[in-house]
Each structure stands twice: as structure tokens, then as C-alpha cells.
């Protein structure tokens, strides 16, 4: 266990320290670790199964064991595998991301450009397991992610429409999986110095023809005959003398199931027929190919009849179609097909075949013809994509190991291949392990052997001698052979060599190989034909066969030299194959590999479902468990020590955050700080070497909390970094509306004051030419002093009559302004009378009269002026009612109290004077005492002084009358100007200075003296006169504003 003192060190509580990771350590075991490297209990099976299910339901389908990737099968679309995933996955190192096929693919592509070593990724698993569907994956991902001009872009497309024809013509549906590969495949990508994918090779292992003529039940032939059959166009099958419909040919009812709900021949058929276009097949090529298809499903239905050794063909159709569709000629094609050629003593003969040989003949015919245009097309594919010699990625999409109920000479094929793959895994999963221990300087001493021994030796080189040697050689003799040679082999066991438990479980015709990935029973039968591959052995005694196409017309054919071959001895098909996996060794052993070892999670091919055992055996065949021992056998971890540091530095202060250094030095600051023990660690020269996972894991559970500190140190480090930017960028942006405001605000003041000295000096130089004729120079300011002037004027106008104030106006205006003022004035009166009620107009009118006859003559008249003048002095109740009926129906139009002073006398007597609209009537309490009639009044006199006296001089024509009447009123201006108006005598009201004469009646006079006095005293004087001296006129009278106001305007 890792020295938690260390990393409480850095992060100060032990026990919070433990809980978070205790913790993150259980959330981390929900999806398993990602490396297997990295369980804890790394010998066990359970263990190992029990991560794969967990990490398999979270649909977590990749994980490492160190370096090779185990993919499960998730049989539904992930959504990994979108652009978005490749760039994640691009240039990025290969244990910073999660798991996945993208980065194998891009570690190996780096490989290759970096260290200029050619790479190959070997991708096994068993049927279905999802080999075809990863190699397919990481094509993808080269033509995304690798730059490509527009001639690589050919090349990338010829590369990935390789794909769909290769599957049409060799994959095939069976029972394990729809799109099973019945071909082993190998594929170069090479990349020129770019690093753009410039061209490719394809090489073809051991495809399984005998699917051409037979299919177990629920599989079916290979795509290609249904996709014809279904896609093609009504023109196309007609020229090809086919059907719409599979049930009509042999070789595709075999299985009974034409029609798979997971394909659609259609669609891939049309697919496959662009991508024969996309990789350079010309027209005539395509015709050609399919002619060859046709003649296949033909060849099937061709049917024997006839009695045994007369077979005959009973049907002449397929025979029509068959030489027209290869160009040979029927006749010697229907001879070829029924019989056989012996050569008997140096002769040549024809023999007759019986009907099971007949078969047999048609079906190797078919066999082989498809066999050689699947070749054909691996060559022609190989020759559209240029290869010359650059570096090269190499995909090898191989069958996995096969164990059936009943295994032959195809699983014994297929299992010598995977052992021969299994041999060169271990070896160099070992070798680099080994190698980088010694690089590093490290000595680790493994704790297992690998007993990896040649079990197929001799084996096949018996098969051969047995299919060769003259005289009647079987497969039984095949396996006695093999029991003489071979028997002693711990490995190997027959019925005959087992012991009795074995022998139970064991057909006498069998032989069991002890494969690294468990024991196989392997049946006999049918391996010496399969080894000679039929056909040849029908050729070798059919010997009509290479007379059959001897002027072929077909090209095709013949360029394959189909039957050219047939003569000479070939090589055993187990041979053949042995020398192809020698040769495909050599390839893999000269490049640097990566694996992918895919898993099937179950037999249903259903999505979510994973079966222990089916898991378990696979495991176990796929020899994961040793690679995992081999990789655990030492160090479980180890990285570069640039990676190391880089990625764990922010745990120790001394490296964080970087460190300047050497790097080993800075890993062993960095681990001493963390605490690691000497036995949990070692120190290589570029790597460290951590033993056990747990190391690693509390180291990583402590980078996630430091992480989760950094950012949040981050974060605030940012967010002030970038509030602080914030506020720098809007103060720059507040400095410069500022400045630029500002800038505004001192042009616009310095372009007023520009004006105001502009109208200044203008103002100067006017005043200065004031008072020249109107010219440029004065005429502003003389403009200005009118409109200031007007201006003044409108601000000052006088608000009402009595308001006298005028501005003065410049000379210039002295005339407009009188016109105003006059103007202004008669608007002001215009509008003040406008307002006047018409009793107020009456009251003017007496007070103008008034002022026309007193104002200036009389002294008290001033005292009168702001007194109004009323309509009457003594209301109905003063005056008695029978004077009122004295005066029947003349109107009383005033009435006030006086006194009258006796002609004689000059008694002062109180009476009442009344006005109408005739006369002037003097009361006497109930009597009307004197009337006079406005026709008689002569004229009234009154003094100049402020007394009340007046006189009424009445006609002395008038014999009713005594004489003038001296009277005496309190309101002596009112009482005269009414008299004056109501008897229209305005003219004659005299005002005399001194002394008023009066008449008192038979031609007597009398005289009233004035005198001005104290108070107002009136009484007889001594020489008969009347005197009256009086007051001063009385300066405390309260005026009335407003008549005052309109009396002095007026
Ligand atoms: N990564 C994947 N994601 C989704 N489905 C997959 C994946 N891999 C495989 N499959 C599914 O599994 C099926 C079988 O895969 P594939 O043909 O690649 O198997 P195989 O290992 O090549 O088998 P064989 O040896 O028979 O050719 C595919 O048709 C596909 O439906
Ligand atoms: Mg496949």
C-alpha cells in the first residue's frame, strides 16, 4: 500500500484524505478498472470475467491489458465511433483517454510515423466476436483522421469500397453470425512520409469454398448469389439466365434460409456494385465477374440422370447457359462433367463416371472456379491500390480458434493458424516485455514458462505423403500413420493411445490436439480430399479437365490459368496454407504488433447479454489470462518518465509546477514526496516501474482531489484574471468616451467662446460705427440694440394705464416706440373699458362731468374724486310717503339732505332735494317747499373753495319762484354735477372766486362771502352778506384706489 504519509502530507488530514478516496475507489470499481494490469487479484479468472461484466453493462466494451485492447461485442450501435470520437482520440496519448479501438489505431499509427517502424495490428476473436466490424473501424479512422490530397482521397476510397465487395463475395451468413468472414484477411495500409494513406495489399487466407456447393441448415452461400439474385436488374438476370427467385438453385437452398432479416440484399447489392466502380472495375470486368457468379449457381442445377456408368446430363439448359456464360463449348463441357479420363497402357480413354463422382466433379468444378475469382478479385483490388514501399500499417482480420462438436480438416486448419498466432503473441508480448525490462536496466525474473511447443509438427507433412503416395491411401490410414509417428507427442492422443476415461469421449476416428486454448477432437474424414482439394484429385483421374478450356475463349479464366494447372502436381491445400501462414508469420514478426482481442458476449448475437461461459471459454483460448500474467509478471505500471511527471507533478511542491531538472530526478522528488516504498517502485533509465496497482490507484485518488483544489485555485485565478481584464477593458472603454466627451465638451466651449468673442468684437466695432449710415460693420450691433431694445420692450411692457414706465428706446427707434407706446396704451384702455360694467360707465361718465366742471376750480373737489357717486342719498324711508304722492308719477332720479338758508335772514334750514326728471324739488319734511323747473334754473354758482354753499339761480320770470335758493350740501360736487346733468345744465355752473351774487327775490341781491377759515362757518355777516368761511380741504380722506387710480387717468 502506498505510505499514505506522504500524501497526507500534501493534503493534511489523514482521515478526509482516506474516506474521499475510499470512495472514489468504489465509484471507480462500478465500471472495473480500465487496464486489467491494474486488478488487484490478477490470476484470477473470476476476477477478470467479473471486470469485463461490469465495464460490459455500463457498455464499457474496450479494455487494456497493458498495451492490447479486449473488445466485447456490444451488438447495438454505441455512438463511439462518431467524428467527434476520432478527433478526441487523435494525437492523443494512448493511456490518457479512455479505451478504445481509435487509440490502438492511433498509437500505431504514431509508431509508425515517429519511430519509422512499420506496425500491424492482429485483431482475433472468435466468429462473430466483432474482428471484421473492428478492422473495418480502424480503416475508418485512418481515412478520417490522416491527411489526404485529392489523389489519397482515391486511394482512401478504393481502401474503404474494398470492404463491401470483399464481404459480398467472401462472407456469408451462418449460424454464429450474419456477416461471417470465411476468409482469413490481411491487409497493408501504407502511409507516405505525410503520414497520408497512399495505397494498400490485400492477402486472402484458405476461404471456405466448400460453402459454394454446401450450407449447414440456417446458413447461407456466400452474399454475393443472393445479392445478384435480388438486386440485380431484370436485363442483367435475363442475360444471365437467372431468376428472381433462390429457391430455384441448388447450391443456395441448402440451408433453407435465402432470406436473413438482418440484411437486405438490395441495398448491399447496389453497394457493392458502386464500390466495384469506386475500386476500377470497367464494365466488361463486372460482366465478366458475374457471368462467372451466374455460371456457378447454373453449374448447381446441373442434374444426372441416366443409369450408373451412363450418367448423363438430363437437363441441356444449364449447359446452354454454361458455355455461353464461360465461352466454352457445351458438348465438351457435358463430356467433361460425365466422365473421366484414364490412360491405360500409354492410352488415353474416356471412362464414364457414376453419379456420385459426376457430383463430386461438378461440385469441385464449382469450387474451384469460385475459388479462383475470389482470388482474382483480391488481385484485382490489390492492383487499383498502388503499393510500393512505404511504411506500412497491417490489419490482420483472421478467424479465431474453432471448436465444434465435430471439428475437421477446416477447424484443423484454422486452429494451426491461431496457435501459430497465440505462439507469436506470447513470444512477442514476452520478448517486448523482456526487452523493455533490459532497456530500462531492470531485472525481473518471471515466475511462469510457457510451454509453447510446434503440436502440428509432422502432421501435416503426413497428410501430404499420405495424399500423394500411390497405392489406396485413406484417411484412416492417414490417422494409423499418424499414431506411428506422431503418437508419442504428449499432446497429441488417439483412440487407440487414450486412456480407457479418454476413450469414453473419443471416435475411433478421431485424434485429440491439446491446443494452448484446450483439448480438440479432430474427425478424420474428408481430410485427405479437402487436403487435395478435390478437384485435383478428380484432375488427376478426370483428365478431360485440362482438354475442356484449352482454347478458352474465356479470359478469365484462362488468365488464372484455371485449368492450365491441372496437369502439373499441386501443392496439398493444408501445405498451400502452412507456407501462406509461414510467409504471413515472417510479415508480422518484421513489424511492430498491436492486438485487439475481440470477445462474443453470447451466442444469440443479442445485445446487453453476457454469457459467462461462452466469455470464460473465450478468454481462456484467447490466452488473455497469460498475456495478463506475462504483462503482472513484473511491474504492473509503467510509464515515461516525461508522462509520469507530467501527469502526477502537481503532487509534490518541488515538481509543481515544473520541474527544471533532470526527469528521473523529478519522479524520484515526486515519489519520495508521495511516499512510495522502495519494494513498490523501481526506476529504469526512462521509465518508472510502479509493482502493484493500488500504488497507483491512491496516487491517482490523490490527483483527483488535488485536481479538484487546482481548479477551484484555477478557477478563482481565472475569474479574477478575467473580471480583472473585464474591468480593465470597460475602464479603458470609460477613459476613452471620456476623452472623447471631454474632447467634445472643449471644442463645443472653445466654438462658443470663438463666438462670443466673434460677437463681441462685432458688438465693439458696431457700438464704435453706432452711428454711421447702416453698414456691415455696425449693422449687427444696430440690429442688436433694436432687438434687445424690443426685446426689453416685450419683458417690460406697462401692465395697466397708471404703469407710465417705457423703456428708452435707442434713437433710431425713438419714433417706433412713441407709435408703440401710443399703440400699447390705447390697447390697454381698449381693453380696460372693454371690461367696464355699464353701472361703472355711468359712474365714470358723472365723475367726468364732475371733473369737468370742478377740477382745477373747486378746492374740495380732490376730496370728492375717490368718492363714489350714488344714485341717491335718502332711500324711500328718509323721504316722506306724501311727498312721495305729491310727486305722483314723476320719477325721483336723486335725492339728497341739504340746507337751505333763508333769502332774509340767512336762516340755515334742513331740507330735502329731491331731483326728477323736470324738476328740482325742495322738501320740507312733509311739503314740497319750492319746485323748480330745470327751464327755470338760470344757472348755479358755487365758490372755489371747499364749502358745501351753491346757489340756484332761478328765472325771475318764473312768478311761482321768491328768488335765487342758497343751499348747502355735504356732497356738494355729487348734488351739482347731478342737478347739472339731470337738468342738461352743464354750461352753467359758475364757479366764482371771493363772493357769489344772488337774486332774493323783487330785484334784491343778495351776497355770499367766502373766506378761508378754520372750519366752515356760515351765518350773516355784519354788512348783510352772507359769509362762509371754511375748512381746508380735509387731507385725511381715504381714497379709493381704483377711482382714484381711474380719476387721475382719466
Ligand atoms: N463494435 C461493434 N459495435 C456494434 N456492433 C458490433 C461491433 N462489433 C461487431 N458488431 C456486431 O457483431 C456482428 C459480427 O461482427 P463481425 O462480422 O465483425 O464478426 P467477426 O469477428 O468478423 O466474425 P467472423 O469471424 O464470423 O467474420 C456485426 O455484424 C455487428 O452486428
Ligand atoms: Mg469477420
Redesign the pocket.
Known amino acids: 500500500m502506498l505510505a499514505l504519509g506522504g500524501i497526507t502530507r500534501i493534503f493534511g488530514t489523514f482521515d478526509g484524505v482516506r474516506a474521499m478516496m475510499e470512495s472514489a475507489l468504489t465509484a471507480r470499481d462500478r465500471v472495473g478498472v480500465q487496464d486489467f494490469v491494474l486488478l488487484e487479484n490478477f490470476t484470477s479468472e473470476a476476477a477478470f470475467i467479473e471486470n469485463l461484466r461490469k465495464r460490459f453493462k455500463e457498455n464499457l ?1 474496450y479494455t487494456y491489458i497493458g498495451s492490447v485492447l479486449v ?1 466485447v ?6 455512438e463511439i ?1 462518431t467524428k467527434n470520437h476520432m478527433e478526441r482520440y487523435r494525437g492523443v496519448n494512448f493511456y490518457e483517454v479512455s479505451p478504445h ?1 481509435y487509440a490502438v489505431a492511433d498509437n500505431s499509427y504514431r509508431s509508425m510515423r515517429t519511430e519509422r517502424k512499420d506496425q500491424c495490428i492482429l485483431i482475433s ?10 478492422s ?2 480502424i480503416l475508418q479512422y485512418y481515412a478520417f483522421t490522416c491527411p489526404a490530397s485529392e489523389q489519397v482521397q482515391t486511394i482512401k476510397d478504393r481502401l474503404l469500397q474494398s470492404n463491401p465487395v470483399l464481404e459480398a463475395f467472401g ?1 456469408a451468413k ?1 449460424l ?7 476468409f482469413g484477411k490481411y491487409m497493408d495500409i501504407q502511409f507516405d512520409f505525410k503520414g497520408a494513406p497512399v495505397g494498400g495489399h490485400i492477402i486472402n487466407y484458405l476461404l471456405e469454398k466448400s460453402r459454394v456447393v454446401h450450407q449447414n441448415h440456417g446458413e447461407r452461400n456466400f452474399h454475393i448469389f443472393y445479392q445478384l439474385i435480388e438486386g440485380g436488374e431484370e436485363d442483367l438476370l435475363r442475360a444471365l439466365g437467372l431468376e428472381r427467385n433462390p429457391q430455384q438453385y441448388q447450391y443456395l437452398v441448402k440451408g433453407n434460409c435465402p432470406k436473413v432479416s ?1 440484411i437486405n440484399d438490395r441495398s448491399d447489392w447496389k453497394m457493392v456494385r458502386k464500390a466495384l466502380t469506386v475500386i476500377g472495375f470497367n464494365e466488361d470486368e463486372v460482366e465478366e465477374l458475374l457471368n462467372i457468379i451466374a455460371s456457378v449457381l447454373h453449374l448447381g442445377n446441373v442434374q444426372y440422370g441416366g443409369e450408373e456408368g451412363n450418367v448423363c446430363i438430363t437437363s441441356d439448359t444449364q449447359i446452354k447457359y454454361l458455355a455461353r456464360l464461360l465461352g466454352v463449348n457445351g458438348a465438351v463441357l457435358t463430356e467433361a462433367l460425365t466422365h473421366k479420363k484414364i490412360i491405360a497402357k500409354g492410352e488415353e480413354l474416356m471412362s464414364p463416371l457414376n453419379l456420385e463422382q459426376a457430383s463430386s466433379a461438378r461440385d469441385a468444378l464449382s469450387k474451384a472456379v469460385y475459388g479462383r475469382t475470389f482470388t482474382w478479385l483480391v488481385n484485382k483490388i490489390n492492383a487499383s491500390l498502388t503499393y510500393t514501399n512505404y511504411s506500412v500499417i497491417g490489419l490482420l ?1 483472421i ?2 480458434f474453432e471448436v465444434f462438436q465435430h471439428n475437421s480438416f477446416e477447424q484443423f486448419c484454422i486452429n494451426y493458424c491461431n496457435e501459430k498466432l497465440q505462439q507469436l503473441f506470447i513470444e512477442l508480448t514476452l520478448k517486448s516485455e523482456q526487452e523493455e525490462y533490459e532497456a530500462e536496466g531492470i531485472t525481473v525474473r518471471h515466475h511462469f514458462l510457457l510451454s509453447l511447443s510446434e503440436k502440428f509438427k509432422g502432421i501435416i507433412s503426413i497428410l501430404d505423403e499420405e495424399c500423394l503416395r500411390p497405392g489406396d491411401a485413406s484417411d484412416l490410414t492417414f490417422l494409423e500413420k499418424l499414431e506411428d509417428t506422431v503418437g508419442g507427442h504428449a499432446h497429441f492422443v488417439t483412440h487407440k493411445l487414450a486412456d480407457a476415461k479418454t476413450r469414453k469421449v473419443m471416435g475411433r476416428d478421431e485424434f485429440r490436439l491439446l491446443h494452448y486454448a484446450g483439448e480438440v477432437n479432430y474427425n478424420v474424414n474428408g481430410f485427405l480430399d479437402k487436403n487435395n482439394d478435390l478437384l485435383f484429385r478428380n484432375l488427376k483421374e478426370v483428365t478431360s479437365f485440362p482438354i475442356l478450356f484449352p482454347s478458352s475463349l474465356h479470359p478469365f479464366l484462362t488468365s488464372f490459368s484455371l485449368f492450365s494447372v491441372c496437369l502439373c502436381l499441386p501443392l496439398q491445400a493444408a501445405t498451400q496454407f502452412k507456407a501462406s501462414l509461414a510467409k504471413l508469420m515472417e510479415i508480422l514478426m518484421s513489424k511492430e504488433p498491436s492486438y485487439i482481442r ?1 470477445i ?1 458476449p453470447n451466442d444469440s ?1 443479442q445485445a446487453g447479454r453476457f454469457d459467462e461461459v461462452l466469455i470464460r471459454h473465450q478468454v481462456k483460448y484467447l490466452g488473455l489470462m497469460e498475456n495478463l500474467r506475462v504483462r503482472r509478471a513484473g511491474f504492473a505500471y509503467r510509464r515515461r518518465y516525461e508522462v509520469f511527471l507530467q501527469r502526477y507533478k502537481s503532487l509534490c511542491p518541488d515538481t509543481w509546477p515544473n520541474w527544471q531538472g533532470k526527469l528521473a530526478d523529478g519522479v524520484a522528488t515526486l515519489v519520495k514526496h508521495l511516499g512510495y516504498k522502495p519494494e513498490e517502485y523501481k526506476l529504469g533509465r526512462s521509465k518508472i516501474f510502479i509493482r502493484f496497482p493500488k500504488t497507483l490507484f491512491a496516487t491517482e485518488e490523490a490527483l483527483e482531489t488535488r485536481k479538484h483544489s487546482l481548479a477551484t485555485k484555477l478557477q478563482a485565478g481565472w475569474r479574477g484574471y478575467s473580471q480583472k481584464s473585464k474591468y480593465q477593458k470597460l475602464r479603458t472603454s470609460a477613459i476613452a468616451i471620456q476623452a472623447w466627451w471631454r474632447g467634445i465638451l472643449a471644442r463645443r466651449r472653445a466654438q462658443r467662446r470663438r463666438q462670443a468673442a466673434d460677437t463681441i468684437r462685432r458688438f465693439i466695432k458696431g457700438f464704435i460705427y453706432r452711428h454711421r449710415e447702416r453698414c456691415p460693420e455696425n449693422e449687427y450691433f444696430l440690429d442688436y440694440v433694436r432687438y434687445s431694445f424690443l426685446m426689453k420692450l416685450h419683458r417690460n411692457l406697462p401692465k395697466n394705464v397708471l404703469d407710465k414706465s417705457w423703456p428708452t428706446p435707442p434713437a433710431a427707434l425713438a419714433e417706433a416706440s412713441e407709435h408703440l407706446r401710443k399703440l400699447c396704451m390705447q390697447n390697454m384702455v381698449w381693453s380696460y373699458c372693454k371690461k367696464i360694467s355699464p353701472e361703472w360707465k355711468h359712474q365714470m361718465e358723472q365723475k367726468m362731468i364732475a371733473s369737468e366742471l370742478f377740477k382745477d376750480k373747486k378746492d374740495n373737489y380732490p376730496q370728492s374724486v375717490p368718492k363714489l357717486f350714488v344714485s341717491t342719498r335718502l332711500n324711500g324711508e328718509d323721504i316722506n310717503p306724501k311727498v312721495v304722492q305729491a310727486l305722483g308719477s314723476e320719477k325721483m332720479k336723486y335725492a339728497v339732505p341739504v340746507t337751505k338758508y333763508d333769502r332774509k335772514g340767512y336762516k340755515a334750514r334742513p331740507r330735502q332735494l329731491l331731483l326728477t326728471a323736470n324738476s328740482a324739488v325742495i322738501i320740507e319734511e312733509t311739503k314740497l317747499k319750492q319746485r323748480i323747473d330745470y327751464g327755470a334754473l338760470k344757472g348755479i354758482s358755487v365758490s372755489s373753495l371747499s364749502d358745501g354753499l351753491f346757489v340756484l339761480h332761478v328765472s325771475s320770470d318764473d312768478n311761482k319762484q321768491k328768488g335765487d335758493v342758497v343751499l348747502q350740501s355735504d356732497h356738494v360736487i355729487e348734488t351739482l354735477t347731478k342737478i347739472a346733468i339731470c337738468s342738461d345744465k352743464i354750461n352753467s355752473i359758475n364757479i366764482n372766486q371771493g363772493s357769489i351774487t344772488f337774486t332774493v327775490g323783487q330785484g334784491k341781491e343778495g351776497i355770499i362771502d367766502f373766506t378761508p377759515g378754520s372750519e366752515l362757518l356760515v351765518a350773516k355777516a355784519k354788512n348783510g352778506h352772507l359769509s362762509c368761511s371754511q375748512t381746508a380741504p380735509n387731507s385725511s380722506i381715504v381714497v379709493q384706489p381704483l377711482l382714484l387710480q381711474t380719476c387721475v387717468t382719466l
Do not use: F, M, Q, V
Not at 125 to 134: D, Q, R
Not at 176 to 182: A, E, P, Q, W
Open positions: 466494451i473488445s461485442n456490444p451488438y447495438k450501435d454505441l465511433y479501438i476473436g472468435e466468429s462473430g466476436a466483432g474482428k471484421t466490424e473492428a473495418k473501424k462472407n451462418t454464429r453470425n450474419d456477416n461471417s468472414s470465411r438482418s482480420d478467424y479465431g475481440c462474443k448475437k
